[in-house]
Nanobody
C-alpha cells in the first residue's frame, strides 16, 4: 500500500515562498518511477482542484494557469519524493495542499485517484 506524506506547509506573507515535499513509502523507488504524482489543493469553502502534475517516467509536467510561472513541480533523485516550489505566493493560494499518486503516466479524475496524502496547510497572510 502506497502512503504519501506531505511536509513543508506553513505561514508566509504575500510574495513569499514555500517548498512542499511529498514522500512515498510502501513502494520501491524503481516502482514509483512508473507513477504520476500531482498536487491538489482545497481552499476554505471551495472544491479540491488539481494544480500541478508530474509523470515520474519522463518528468513531463502540467500546471493550471493560476500557478503557472510561480510554482514548479519536480522529482528528486531518490525516486520517492516530489516537491512543489511555490514562489510569489498570494492570499488566494491559502489552502490545504494534498499530494496524490496513481500508477501510470497520468493522474486519474479526482474521484478515482488511488492514493492521497493527509494534506499540509499553506496560509498566505498580510
Amino acid at each position: 500500500q502506497v502512503q504519501l506524506v506531505e511536509s513543508g506547509g506553513g505561514l508566509v506573507q504575500p510574495g513569499g515562498s514555500l517548498r512542499l515535499s511529498c514522500t512515498a513509502s510502501g513502494v520501491s523507488g524503481f516502482a514509483f518511477q512508473h507513477y504520476a504524482v500531482a498536487w491538489y489543493r482545497q481552499a476554505p469553502g471551495k472544491e479540491r482542484e488539481g494544480i500541478s502534475c508530474i509523470a515520474m517516467t519522463d518528468g513531463g509536467t502540467y500546471y493550471v494557469d493560476s500557478v503557472k510561472g510561480r510554482f514548479t513541480i519536480a522529482r528528486d533523485n531518490t525516486g520517492n519524493t516530489v516537491t512543489l516550489q511555490m514562489n510569489s505566493l498570494v492570499p488566494d493560494d491559502t489552502a490545504i495542499y494534498y499530494c496524490v499518486a496513481d500508477p501510470g503516466s497520468v493522474v486519474k479524475p479526482t474521484h478515482a485517484i488511488a492514493y492521497w496524502g493527509q494534506g499540509t496547510q499553506v496560509t498566505v497572510y498580510s
